[in-house]
């Protein structure tokens, strides 16, 4: 099939959807040219009307929605039977504490800055000795 063929088909298509649209509004005479349903204006002082419910009707529709959640959760309950043996639950627990062991561990080696007892030590009898030179100088101010 051609697609001008086919254009011309949707266009003649859609000139009689406009003309059937145009008698339907033509047959409403309560709407504007929008299309949208005419409005008359509230009298002043009128009580507006509305949907309200009671409590009664809001506590049957809680206990509804209880049930209702109730029901799922037992249909969803965990099928009999595929329940964990102690032995295997054991063999987890245990390869868990020896994989958080091995992190430990890794996480407290030694870095490639660390220093020594001894090292601290010396630095710490320089500096010692570097103030005890400076008071004895009369500096106020170390």
Same mark, same amino acid.
């Given at each position: 099939?051609?697609?001008?063929?086919?254009?011309?088909?949707?266009?003649?298509?859609?000139?009689?959807?406009?003309?059937?649209?145009?008698?339907?509004?033509?047959?409403?005479?309560?709407?504007?040219?929008?299309?949208?349903?005419?409005?008359?204006?509230?009298?002043?002082?009128?009580?507006?009307?509305? $949907?309200?419910? !009671?409590? *009664? +009707?809001?506590? #049957?529709? &809680?206990? @509804? =929605?209880?049930?209702? /959640? %109730?029901?799922?959760?037992?249909?969803?309950?965990?099928?009999?039977? $595929?329940?964990? !043996?102690? *032995? +295997?639950?054991? #063999?987890? &627990?245990? @390869? =868990?504490?020896?994989? /958080? %062991?091995?992190?430990?561990?890794?996480?407290?080696?030694?870095?490639? $800055?660390?220093? !020594?007892? *001894?090292?601290?030590? #010396?630095?710490?009898?320089? =500096?010692?000795?570097? /103030? %005890?030179?400076?008071?004895?100088?009369?500096?106020?101010?170390?």
């Amino acid at each position: 099939m051609d697609t001008s063929k086919i254009l011309s088909e949707l266009r003649t298509e859609r000139d009689r959807i406009i003309q059937a649209l145009a008698a339907l509004e033509a047959l409403d005479t309560n709407t504007f040219a929008g299309g949208r349903p005419a409005v008359t204006p509230a009298r002043p002082g009128a009580k507006k009307s509305g $949907r309200h419910i !009671s409590p *009664a +009707g809001r506590a #049957r529709i &809680a206990a @509804a =929605a209880r049930a209702r /959640w %109730a029901k799922l959760r037992k249909s969803k309950a965990a099928p009999a039977g $595929r329940h964990m !043996s102690e *032995a +295997g639950r054991k #063999r987890i &627990a245990a @390869a =868990a504490k020896k994989m /958080w %062991a091995e992190r430990r561990k890794k996480a407290k080696a030694p870095s490639a $800055r660390h220093m !020594s007892p *001894a090292a601290r030590k #010396r630095l710490s009898d320089l =500096a010692k000795a570097r /103030w %005890a030179k400076q008071k004895k100088e009369g500096k106020a101010r170390l």
